[in-house]
């Protein structure tokens, strides 16, 4: 099973709301990711957790809140966003400290704020 | 600044034929890449891989090449099907560390 779930696949939001992405994985992996990714533009690393520990944020915005509850499950939590943030997020885990990681994406949530 | 270069935005091939996809690279620190295929609205889809130990790596239609002192990798595809037709991204993998670094892309078009 190499399948990342990703829920909801499609959310439009005010700027004033408080909303969440999920994202979860069966594959035992312990580093899971969130990737932004605009129109016709390559994925964007956004966050990164490690055993369950963030070990990377890109400089992201405040109003992006990343938490990792469980080893098998990542959120994203988005309050006050702007227009500007619509974009597709990927959710993508690994086994991390593999001399060969691959990375597993999920079919992301298209995000559209108004 | 991309660290991660894919030149040609978009390739057409015919069907039966060799699809040859780019990517450069600037930084040498690098040690790991991917290729993805990308499909609209669904999420990238693992390809194949290389380390930075190796010079290719192949798996049924799809070889990958790598040329360190050149910082070049390339993709090949034989024989290109249609449903090969899609967006092919590479990726970079930075001092064995989970940062990520994608190149901008290059849509594949395999013409029937």
């Known amino acids: 099973d190499t399948e990342v779930t990703q829920t909801p696949k499609h959310l439009v939001m005010g700027m004033t709301n408080k909303k969440s992405l999920k994202c979860e994985q069966h594959?035992?992996?312990?580093?899971m990711y969130w990737y932004k990714q605009k129109a016709k533009k390559p994925p964007e690393l956004m966050f990164v957790?490690?055993?369950?520990?963030?070990?990377i944020n890109e400089s992201v915005p405040s109003r992006f809140s990343p938490e990792c509850p469980n080893s098998s499950l990542l959120n994203l939590h988005l309050h006050a966003l702007q227009p500007e943030d619509s974009a597709l997020y990927l959710c993508?885990?690994?086994?991390?400290?593999?001399?060969?990681?691959?990375?597993?994406f999920g079919p992301g949530t298209r995000l559209l704020v108004l | 600044d991309q660290q991660v270069k894919q030149n040609s935005p978009s390739l057409s091939v015919q069907e039966g034929r060799i699809s040859i996809l780019n990517c450069d690279y600037t930084?040498?620190?690098?040690?790991?890449f991917l290729w993805y295929k990308k499909y609209p609205a669904e999420g990238p889809t693992f390809l194949i891989s290389?380390?930075?130990?190796?010079d290719k790596n192949e798996d049924g239609r799809f070889t990958v090449f790598l040329n360190k002192s050149a910082k070049h990798l390339s993709l090949h595809i034989v024989p290109s099907q249609p449903g090969d037709s899609a967006v092919y991204f590479c990726?970079?993998?930075?001092?064995?560390?989970?940062?990520?670094?994608f190149g901008p892309g290059t849509r594949l078009s395999v013409l029937p």
């Open positions: 993508a885990s690994s086994h991390p400290g593999l001399l060969q990681e691959t990375q597993y």
């Open positions: 594959m035992g992996h312990r580093a």
């Open positions: 990726a970079a993998r930075w001092n064995y560390g989970q940062n990520f670094v």
């Open positions: 957790y490690s055993y369950e520990k963030l070990s």
């Open positions: 930084n040498s620190m690098f040690d790991y």
């Open positions: 290389i380390s930075s130990i190796k």
